[in-house]
């Protein structure tokens, strides 16, 4: 397993939480998400086997968000 932090912008509500935590989750390969909301980060815990940190990327663009 990997982990990182990913700076992310936009994120501003609790509805922004469960898009981002939602659709990450959803990713095969992805074990942990978590947004913390006030420092603008997500933490993600994934299996690089299974799936890419650019495809974690992509997904959260897709939400309407921009990591940075």
Known sequence: ME????????MS???CVMAVEGSVGELSG???VKVH????KVDVEFNPEE???EKIKE??????????
Do not use: A, P, S
Not at 37 to 40: K, R, V
Not at 60 to 68: A, F, K, L, P, S
């Open 3 to 10: 982990k990182t932090t990913l700076n992310v912008t936009g």
């Open 13 to 15: 509500c609790g509805h």
């Open 30 to 32: 992805v074990k942990q």
């Open 37 to 40: 909301l006030t420092e603008g």
């Open 51 to 53: 799936v890419t940190l």
């Open 59 to 68: 997904t959260i663009d897709d939400q309407g968000y921009e990591v940075v």
